[in-house]
């Protein structure tokens, strides 16, 4: 049998979001739960697949079973697609599986042209209405099939209300807005060079190749690569009855979500706009009324509204985002799905629902996206400061935190600037889907235009960004990069303060301060580390970053860089002058004064990690970081060593080299220099057991960390000086402390001798960053250049260094894991890389079985919940 690539909505689930997208999939869920849905049917992902198999066509099998599907759908509605009598229109949805909001476009009155409009407008004796599906549908279809681009429209329209005298669109009459369509088609024609097109089927298969198409338009692209949707799931395509918002004033459309998405509240929050259709709502075109007024101006369509959101919430135990539309007084809903929602409302909603009896503390831990939660442990603005600052403009607090940043007027701008290491704020009259490179850079968006539900504030709480929508105070003057509030010119460049929690502008820039785990947080993080097997530990080479990572519950440190320690100022000469040495004297000499220092640095974060282990790194880089550059360091480090000027440049020359990253580092120094491995070792051993004598109650077990082993005899060469050095120091004390000595796997050639190396190892620590790098032979500081041609071709969908690349570079760690344990069952696994905190990474880690992994103090929460997710996912 041939493969069924067309559903009607009474054929399929809630289950079926895989292959009928997740808005198919529950539009034909709410259809079998029985609510009023305008009914329709969802061509399948694998059809969008097989376009693209097809060369970017839809074959004719599926054609014709698509125009089956329509026939059918004439059945359902007793309405005829191209009629005369009774015309059947439809809206053209796109759909993925996972939802990607504004990144795909819709069609909305389908089925139209001029005979059919006009046999509309005389049956319903309401022309105002036909005419207006008309305009709409020829401004869409050119948009989004034909990529005319919206402005055009626009400025037609705008030019269209300034004749009239009017300002908003429903002003518009009939004769008006059949005007509009004629201007349209010409606008359409003068572009494109054909007429539009009038036959039904025609602009029904261009809509639905224009979803297809736009699976893989550069927005999407990115979206996906943010949200770790693969490209190759391919999207459906709805095709839907309409229900018309726009008929007149007991007409209108809405979206809702059935708690407050921004913060949590278990209240019903949501925007309606009377006489409107499809997107008006989140368009910011006019501005909508709460949805608490649709009780007052539609009662009976609203107590409709709120039993369909209580039964909606039990069925999916979850809140709800939904759209519908009323008309001539009688409810449609159009979509329903699990509402995007700030990281604070997702924490109140899991607990809530755990209250409720509605679902459990397992599924709680499972619901909440680990990588929204960073948003929650970022700063927030100083109150004093803030007090004492005025507030210049207030807007709808749109999506919480606090971002303080230059003013900027466009995405490229954002983009640029953040680049260059600048925090903006990006102000713009509305935002659209184009704008969201340029958001994720900013710290915050500020829109003129547009409610809660409008595009810059639905992408910005997906994001966790700050944002503060609708501030008509704003004068805007894009084109001139400026705007005025409250009597003040701002331009670009000008500082500004918004607060996305309160909706507040502040003139000028307010100092940020540090977020805290607590509440509903806290009590999601201890479900979570009921489930969880891995260990989460952190990366961490100061008291300070040690302190901020055990509050947010790491159980160690799986990196500590001890090279970081040497830049400050009272050591940089003392390791220059060990690094210029000619005999070993005198770069023992120059270690000694190192020593005490990096004792202490190392006693400072025992402390601080209250008796957990904690990874120790030996020496790393290479040596010429740490040689001075300008003229006036040389100088002064010739008089410190008793060398001419000329001799340290000589020196300094000959630590050039190609390529440092694969260079003389690592534990190719201790090779070189043994002396620099035995005082680290002893920094590292007084230290443990000075926090010991202190702390009886901790039992210190210090771990020796040797770097960039690529062969088991440089490890047991470096290990032998270790263990020489620590042994005798411990017997010194006459104490019975125990150590480790372990080494990263992060060249190649150690994963793939892992089980000779791990008869020298007591522990591994994959350093994934050197492993992307050195598996992949391109740099993680070059990489960024040639990135994006490989996404833009397919080639890759991830930057690898973000996200593991479980098949190449996750092979050898699976192997190394493997070979080691096999040789050395004693053997600790641990990861010390960037993906440590990387959600997807995470679950590979567990699924290879890791005793820990170790990211950034801030990722420390991420990685708890994505371990505990990632075993929830391994029990099913
Ligand atoms: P998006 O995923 O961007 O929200 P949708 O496909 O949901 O796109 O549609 C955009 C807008 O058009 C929504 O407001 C939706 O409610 C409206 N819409 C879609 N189909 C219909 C229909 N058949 N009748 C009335 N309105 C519709
Ligand atoms: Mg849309
Ligand atoms: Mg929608």
Not at 72 to 90: A, H, Q, R, S, Y
Not at 130 to 150: H, L, N, P, T
Not at 581 to 587: F, H, M, N
Request: contains cysteine; negative net charge; proline residues 4%.
């Amino acid at each position: 049998m041939s493969k069924k690539y067309v559903y009607l909505f009474s054929e399929g689930n809630a289950n079926m979001r895989e292959l009928l997208g997740g808005k198919g999939a529950n539009l034909a869920e709410m259809t079998n739960i029985g609510l009023p849905v305008p009914q329709g049917f969802t061509i399948t992902t694998e059809a969008c697949t097989q376009y693209y198999e097809d060369g970017q066509k839809i074959n004719d099998g599926i054609q014709a079973e698509i125009m089956e599907y329509i026939t059918k759908l004439e059945g359902i509605t007793g309405k005829k697609f191209g009629d005369l009598e009774n015309p059947l229109l439809v809206s053209v949805r796109s759909g993925a599986r996972a939802s990607m909001p504004g990144m795909m476009d819709t069609i909305l009155n389908l089925g139209l042209n001029e005979d059919v409009v006009d046999v509309l407008a005389k049956k319903s004796g309401n022309p105002r209405w036909a005419w207006d599906c008309y305009r709409r549908f020829i401004q869409m279809y050119s948009d989004v099939v034909m990529e005319v681009g919206k402005k055009y429209f626009e400025q037609l329209i705008d030019q269209m209300k300034e004749a009239r005298g009017v300002t908003q669109d429903v002003e518009l009459t009939a004769d008006d807005l059949k005007e509009l369509a004629g201007q349209f088609k010409a606008e359409y024609k003068s572009k494109i060079g054909a007429d539009f097109p009038t036959d039904p089927k025609e602009q029904l298969m261009g809509a639905i190749k224009a979803v297809f198409r736009s699976w893989d338009n550069p927005r999407a692209n990115v979206y996906r690569r943010d949200n770790d949707i693969p490209y190759s799931w391919g999207t459906a395509v709805n095709v839907q009855s309409m229900a018309f918002g726009n008929m007149g004033d007991d007409c209108g459309t809405g979206v809702a979500f059935t708690r407050n998405p921004a913060t949590g509240e278990k209240k019903l929050f949501g925007e309606f706009l009377t006489n409107a259709q499809g997107e008006d709502v989140v368009a910011g075109i006019r501005t909508p009324m709460p949805i608490s007024e649709m009780s007052e101006k539609f009662p009976e369509a609203f107590a409709q509204f709120e039993k369909v959101c209580k039964i909606l919430e039990d069925h999916y135990h979850d809140m709800q985002d939904m759209e519908f539309t009323v008309e001539n007084g009688k409810l449609y809903m159009l979509q329903t799905r699990n509402g995007k929602r700030t990281p604070a409302a997702a924490l109140k909603i899991a607990c809530d629902l755990v209250d409720g009896g509605m679902i459990d503390e397992k599924q709680a831990v499972a619901m909440i996206d680990p990588r929204t939660l960073d948003t929650l442990l970022h700063p927030q603005f100083d109150g004093e400061v803030l007090k004492k600052t005025p507030v210049i403009g207030s807007a709808l607090a749109a999506s919480p935190g606090a971002a303080c940043g230059k003013v900027v007027f466009s995405a490229e701008d954002a983009k640029a600037w953040a680049e260059r290491g600048e925090k903006v704020v990006l102000v713009r009259l509305e935002t659209s889907p184009e704008d969201i490179e340029g958001m994720k850079a900013a710290q915050g968006i500020l829109t003129v235009r547009g409610g809660m539900t409008s595009h810059a504030a639905v992408v910005a709480r997906g994001m966790g960004k700050c944002c503060v929508s609708g501030c008509g105070a704003i004068k805007m003057d894009e084109e001139n990069k400026q705007f005025e509030l409250s009597g003040k010119t701002f331009h670009e460049g000008d500082w500004l303060s918004i607060d996305g929690s309160t909706g507040k502008i502040y003139d000028g820039a307010i100092p940020t301060v540090d977020a805290s785990i607590g509440g509903e947080f806290g009590r999601v993080m201890g479900w979570a580390d009921q489930y969880r097997r891995l260990k989460v530990r952190t990366n961490a080479d100061t008291p300070h970053d040690a302190a901020q990572a055990r509050k947010f519950g790491a159980e160690g440190i799986g990196l500590c860089r001890t090279e970081h320690m040497f830049f400050d100022a009272d050591r940089i000469p003392a390791i220059r002058r060990m690094i210029c040495s000619d005999t070993v004297e005198q770069r023992e000499a120059a270690l000694a004064v190192l020593e005490p220092m990096q004792q202490s640095d190392f006693e400072g974060i025992y402390e601080a990690m209250e008796g957990l282990p904690v990874t120790i790194r030996f020496l790393d880089p290479p040596l010429h970081e740490f040689v001075p550059t300008e003229e006036a360091d040389i100088e002064l480090l010739a008089k410190d060593m008793g060398k001419s000027v000329a001799e340290i440049k000589a020196i300094i020359a000959g630590l050039h080299e190609f390529n440092p990253m694969m260079g003389h580092r690592g534990c190719r120094l201790a090779v070189t220099y043994p002396e620099i491995a035995a005082m680290q070792t002893r920094a590292v051993i007084k230290a443990a057991l000075n926090v010991q004598a202190k702390h009886p109650e901790w039992t210190m077990v210090p771990e020796i960390m040797i770097p960039l082993v690529g062969e088991v005899k440089e490890l047991a060469y470096v290990k032998k000086v270790v263990v020489e050095t620590a042994d005798a120091i411990i017997k010194e004390a006459g104490s019975n402390m125990k150590y480790l000595v372990g080494t990263m796997i992060e060249i190649p050639r150690a994963a793939l001798t892992a089980d000779e190396i791990a008869k020298q190892a007591d522990f591994f620590s994959f350093g994934t960053n050197d492993l992307t790098q050195m598996t992949f032979g391109f740099s993680r500081d070059d990489a960024g250049k040639f990135l994006d041609a490989y996404y833009d071709k397919k080639i890759y969908e991830n930057d690898p260094f973000a996200k593991l690349d479980q098949t190449g570079v996750g092979k050898l760690v699976d192997m190394a894991c493997k070979m080691g344990r096999a040789t050395n069952p004693e053997l600790h696994l641990g990861v010390c890389g960037e993906h440590g905190g990387d959600p997807s990474s995470v679950e590979f880690f567990h699924r290879t079985g890791l005793d820990y992994v170790s990211c950034s103090p801030f990722r420390v929460p991420i990685a708890r919940l994505a371990a505990a997710q990632a075993a929830i996912k391994d029990e099913k």
